[in-house]
Each structure stands twice: as structure tokens, then as C-alpha cells.
Nanobody, 116 residues
Framework: QVQLVESGGGLVQPGGSLRLSCVAS????????VGWLRQAPGKQRVLIAR???????YYVDSVKGRFTISRDDTKNTIYLQMNSLKSEDTAVYFC??????????WGQGTQVTVSS
């Protein structure tokens, strides 16, 4: 059973940066496609970034140019570098392992709050 544990969330001022990390365990052959989702209060969970095993990345427009997804397969760790944060980025962030483009596994989430 794949388990994902996120960390790195917190309170940051608008314009600031955070880096989220996610450690995967229970992975026998390595993760293929990984991603980050977020869920803002009262809204649905949304896949905001996706990284394929070949290195191709996909971002939703709202985070494109500000967020970067990366991975270190030697550490089974997935990262999300978030720059130029805005108040609308406030959400619980979840890392995910995708199969067929669909999030199948995700962690417990880490809270990111952007506020002055």
C-alpha cells in the first residue's frame, strides 16, 4: 500500500515562497506520474500540477509560472516549490500518485495559508 506524507506547509505573507515535500513509502517499483492537488475552503479538490516519469510537467493556469513540481526518485520524494504566493493559494495541499492520469493515492495534506 502506497503511503504519502506531506510537509512544509505554514503561514506565509503574500509574495512569499514555500516548498512542500512529500515522502512516499510502500512503493515497490517507483512512482510513475505524481502530482499535487489542493482544496480551498468550501471548494473541490483540484489537481494543480502533474509530473510524468519522462520529466514532462503540467500546471493549471492559476499556478503556471509560479509553482514548480519536481521529484527525487532516489529519496521517493516529491516537491512543490511555490513562489509569488497569493491569498487565493490558501488551501490544503495533497501530493498524489496518479494512475492513468487519475489521482489514486494521496496523503493527509498540509495546510498553506497566505495572509498578511
Amino acid at each position: 500500500q502506497v503511503q504519502l506524507v506531506e510537509s512544509g506547509g505554514g503561514l506565509v505573507q503574500p509574495g512569499g515562497s514555500l516548498r512542500l515535500s512529500c515522502v512516499a513509502s510502500g512503493v515497490d517499483e517507483g512512482l510513475s506520474t505524481v502530482g499535487w492537488l489542493r482544496q480551498a475552503p468550501g471548494k473541490q479538490r483540484v489537481l494543480i500540477a502533474r509530473l510524468y516519469s519522462d520529466g514532462d510537467a503540467y500546471y493549471v493556469d492559476s499556478v503556471k509560472g509560479r509553482f514548480t513540481i519536481s521529484r527525487d526518485d532516489t529519496k521517493n520524494t516529491i516537491y512543490l516549490q511555490m513562489n509569488s504566493l497569493k491569498s487565493e493559494d490558501t488551501a490544503v495541499y495533497f501530493c498524489s500518485a496518479l494512475i492513468g492520469g487519475v489521482p489514486v493515492y494521496w496523503g493527509q495534506g498540509t495546510q498553506v495559508t497566505v495572509s498578511s
